[in-house]
């Protein structure tokens, strides 16, 4: 390997940069799981309760507006007969569309990337400028101290891991049209507690690294994951960090993955359903318990994945088994 590509590959694992986010994964989940009920048994499919229910694009609502990062923001774009153009930091973003009276009525849904900082940002509207803030918010914080082995892998796992994230960043940047300009309300895609949260800040050896970019959701190896919403599965494989992973693409640059799973029951080029099942509760990759993380991604932003859930499944989904 050539110095200047392993320099380019230890920049990867600077603070600020999106690879760590993994790495914190296995140290942090272990303090988390300890502290959650991880204990309670858990359900070997989705219940009832979770049961798809087809909805027509008139009676959909945009997900949860939260404008700050790692949220999400809606803009009212009219009535119109042409479809909008849409742009986001170089990116097109999701259109919503509903037929009224006085013709189609646009909702431009922008995914706002967690690491944000607070200010003014700019959407580009068929060409035109449009300013609008991002809020500031605090997420929680943990501090761990770790073996220096764990924060700084070997050159050649980082060899391996520069590769597998170009493949992820691939998919995330990618922007699948829809006809139809609607969206399915998300299901949960596996039941436990919530042992990670979106948005937690950690730090090692006094070290801040990259947030967490997805939910933890603890539950018991070999526990069925299923799709929260309709789409294809784009990627899977085994990767460092991440384990047995599993990327769907929902449409209009809405990706979720799935990872550490101990079974993948799904290729590339599957199309899938809500509620369809996809893989198994793992502990693959690196973790030290068994659990799932989901990370929901707009316009190549990591945004919280609770916005786009059914609002009658919050707030967790042991509240959706009850």
């Known amino acids: 390997m050539s110095p200047s590509t392993n320099r380019k590959l230890r920049k990867l694992f600077h603070p600020k940069s999106w690879f760590n986010i993994a790495s914190g994964m296995a140290f942090a989940y272990a303090v988390l799981w300890a502290a959650s009920s991880a204990n309670a048994a858990a359900p070997t499919q989705?219940?009832?309760?979770?049961?798809?229910?087809?909805?027509?694009?008139?009676?959909?609502?945009?997900p949860q507006q939260d404008r700050i990062p790692g949220g999400v923001a809606l803009f009212d774009l009219g009535v119109s007969a042409a479809e909008p153009s849409v742009t986001y930091n170089d990116q097109r973003v999701m259109l919503l569309s509903k037929d009224t009276p006085e013709g189609k009525h646009w909702t431009a849904v922008v995914g706002i990337k967690l690491r944000s900082e607070p200010g003014n940002r700019t959407l580009y509207i068929n060409g035109t400028a449009t300013p609008f803030s991002v809020g500031k918010h605090t997420y929680r914080e943990q501090h761990l101290q770790v073996k220096a082995k764990h924060v700084n892998p070997s050159q050649e796992a980082l060899t391996r891991i520069g590769s597998e994230a170009t493949k992820m960043i691939g998919v995330f940047k990618d922007f699948t049209p829809s006809p139809t300009h609607s969206w399915q309300p998300m299901i949960w895609p596996v039941i436990g507690p919530l042992s990670s949260p979106f948005g937690l800040q950690r730090f090692f050896n006094g070290e801040k690294r990259n947030p967490h970019t997805g939910l933890d959701i603890a539950a018991a190896t070999g526990t069925e994951i299923i799709a929260p919403s309709d789409g294809v599965v784009v990627q899977t494989g085994d990767y460092y960090f991440n384990g047995n992973t599993v990327l769907i693409d929902h449409g209009q640059g809405l990706v979720t993955m799935f990872c550490h799973l101990s079974q993948i029951d799904v290729k590339e080029g599957d199309v899938v359903k809500q509620g369809d099942h996809i893989g198994l509760v793992g502990a693959t990759g690196r973790v030290t318990g068994p659990h799932l993380h989901w990370t929901v991604s707009l316009n190549n932003a990591r945004v919280n994945p609770k916005l786009f859930i059914k609002p009658e499944l919050l707030p967790s989904p042991i509240a959706a088994k009850n």
């Open 46 to 62: 989705a219940p009832q309760q979770q049961t798809p229910q087809e909805q027509t694009p008139q009676q959909q609502t945009p």
